[in-house]
C-alpha cells in the first residue's frame, strides 16, 4: 500500500537492505507528490518567519553560519516543521564549510559544529557544493555518519558531477534528490513557470522535489499556487514521507533502473 510505503520516512536512517529498483510508475490514481524545501534560512528573521507562514510541509534549511539559525531551528521545531541544516560545501565559504582539502577529522569537526548551531536537524541537504559533492570519498563518509546520526540527505544536486546522492543509495541511508530550483531566475514569472515545471513533472514521475529560496518572487508564488494544490489533485508532503515513497530509487533525470549515475 502506498501509505505503508511512506512510512518508512519516518524511519530515519533504516537500511533498506536492498538493491534499488526502476522507479515504477504511479499508481492509477494516486495523488502525485510534492515536496518543497526552502534554502538559505537564517540570515533574515522577518523574512524566514515568512517561510513558517506557509505550509506546515515546507521545510527549512537552515544555513549554519547565520545570525538567527538557532533561533529560526527552535520556532520551527516548536510549530512541527522539518528543520534541515543547509551544509556550506566548496565553493562555499565560512567556518562550517567542506572544502576538498581538508583532513576527514576537520570536516567532521565542522559537522558537529553546524549541527549545534541548528538544533532540531531531521536532515541536511549541501549549501552550494559543486566541487565538494564529486568528492566520493567524503560523499561515502557523510552518507556512513548521517546513518549513524539518523538524519536523512537531500542532494541539491547544484552540479552533474554529484556522487552524494549515489553514496547514499548504496548504504540505503533515507535520502532524497532534488528534481526542480524553482528560483535561479528570480522574476515572478520565471518562478511560476518552474512551479509549474514541477507539478508536470510530479503528474509523469509520482513524485517532485522542489528546492527555493526566500526570495520575494518565491514566496509570492508560493502563496498563490499551495493554496491550490489540492484541488489540483496534488498532495503536499514533508521530505520524510517523499523518502518513503521513493525508497531510494533514483528518478529518470538522476539515473538508470532506479539507480544514481
Request: net charge positive; proline share 7%.
Amino acid at each position: 500500500m502506498r501509505w505503508a510505503r511512506l512510512l518508512f520516512g519516518l524511519g530515519l536512517g533504516a537500511c533498506l537492505g536492498q538493491p534499488a529498483a526502476a522507479a515504477p510508475p504511479p499508481p492509477v490514481g494516486a495523488k502525485p507528490l510534492v515536496s518543497i524545501v526552502i534554502d538559505d534560512l537564517g540570515q533574515n528573521l522577518a523574512r524566514d518567519r515568512q517561510v513558517l507562514e506557509l505550509s506546515p510541509a515546507i521545510a527549512l534549511a537552515i544555513i549554519p553560519d547565520t545570525p538567527h539559525a538557532a533561533e529560526l531551528a527552535r520556532e520551527a521545531h516548536k510549530l512541527g516543521r522539518t528543520v534541515m541544516l543547509h551544509m556550506p560545501m566548496d565553493p562555499a565559504g565560512g567556518e562550517f564549510a567542506w572544502r576538498p582539502e581538508l583532513s576527514q577529522e576537520e570536516r567532521a569537526r565542522r559537522l558537529d559544529a553546524a549541527l549545534a548551531r541548528v538544533p532540531y536537524a531531521q536532515g541536511l541537504n549541501n549549501h552550494e557544493g559543486s566541487r565538494m559533492t564529486a568528492d566520493r570519498p567524503a560523499m561515502a563518509w557523510l552518507a556512513a555518519e548521517l546513518q549513524r546520526r539518523h538524519l536523512f540527505l537531500l542532494d541539491s544536486r547544484t552540479s552533474a558531477a554529484t556522487v552524494a546522492a549515489a553514496e547514499a543509495q548504496k548504504i540505503g541511508l533515507a535520502s532524497l534528490s532534488r528534481d526542480v530550483f524553482l528560483d535561479d531566475d528570480p522574476s515572478e514569472a520565471a518562478v511560476m513557470e518552474q512551479m509549474q515545471r514541477g507539478l508536470k513533472l510530479a503528474r509523469k514521475q509520482g513524485t517532485v522535489v522542489m528546492i527555493g529560496h526566500p526570495k520575494p518572487a518565491t514566496l509570492a508564488v508560493l502563496r498563490r499556487v499551495l493554496p491550490t494544490l489540492k484541488a489540483q489533485g496534488f498532495e503536499l508532503v514533508k521530505p520524510t514521507l517523499l523518502i518513503g515513497e521513493r525508497a531510494n530509487r533514483a528518478m529518470q533525470g538522476h539515473g538508470r533502473d532506479g539507480v544514481y549515475r
